[in-house]
């Protein structure tokens, strides 16, 4: 197995731009999560998803920020429009249960 | 919610000796803990994990102890080796989710 996949690994946008950031999770996993992290934050969780469906999105900041998932294979996380506060790194990862998970690569996200 | 802390930012070990990593969490519901490591531009990477019904296992070169009476727990790594430079993670899982602590980079001097 790959791993969980995202893409693309660097992103470099000016404010305002729309970014999406795209996840391919670990095939047979039900669980899909969105972190983001920061030196000052650390890592946080934005959003889980549990057989595609949204479950908890308490930690998305704002109404900037959405998350979808179409199907078992892909979701994407949408910031629209962007800020220089946006920029961190952006996790995804899945589990086949609350448990362990594992996260992909990451997505560099810079904003100018 | 869950509040989850390392006691040291930096640990610097001498290679072949032993790594001690502490954290301490604030939830007493939370039942299900995990070690990351991360590596310089890559993921968290699972080390090993412990359920609050024990309180210690091992793997390979590393243990995890867990003392839930003062909601303490920590990572020995057994003769450091250079690969395993690099920042730890405790998180503990309560209502269903992963709550990090900061980060204890580790740094291995040869």
């Known amino acids: 197995d790959a791993g969980v996949i995202q893409s693309p690994r660097h992103e470099v946008t000016e404010m305002g731009q729309e970014v999406t950031l795209r996840c391919k999770p670990i095939s047979g996993h039900d669980y899909l999560f969105w972190y983001r992290q920061t030196m000052m934050r650390g890592l946080e969780l934005l959003i889980y998803f549990n057989n595609n469906v949204p479950i908890d999105d308490s930690g998305m900041p704002e109404d900037r920020f959405s998350a979808k998932m179409p199907n078992a294979s892909f979701s994407t996380l949408k910031i629209q429009p962007s800020e220089p506060r946006d920029s961190a790194v952006y996790f995804c990862a899945s589990s086949p249960s609350h448990n362990e998970q594992f996260f992909g690569p990451g997505t560099r996200l810079t904003v100018l | 919610g869950e509040s989850v802390g390392l006691h040291l930012p930096t640990l610097s070990v001498q290679e072949g000796d032993n790594s001690i990593i502490n954290c301490a969490y604030s939830?007493?519901?939370?039942?299900?803990f995990i070690w990351y490591k991360q590596e310089s531009g890559k993921g968290p990477q699972f080390i090993i994990d412990?359920?609050?019904?024990?309180d210690k296992r091992q793997g390979q070169r590393v243990t995890v102890l867990l003392n839930k009476t003062v909601k303490h727990l920590s990572l020995q790594i057994a003769a450091t080796q250079p690969g395993d430079s690099a920042v730890y993670f405790c998180a503990a899982l309560n209502d269903y989710k992963l709550s990090f602590g900061a980060g204890t980079t580790v740094t291995v001097r040869a």
């Open positions: 412990i359920r609050s019904n024990m």
């Open positions: 939830n007493s519901a939370s039942d299900y």
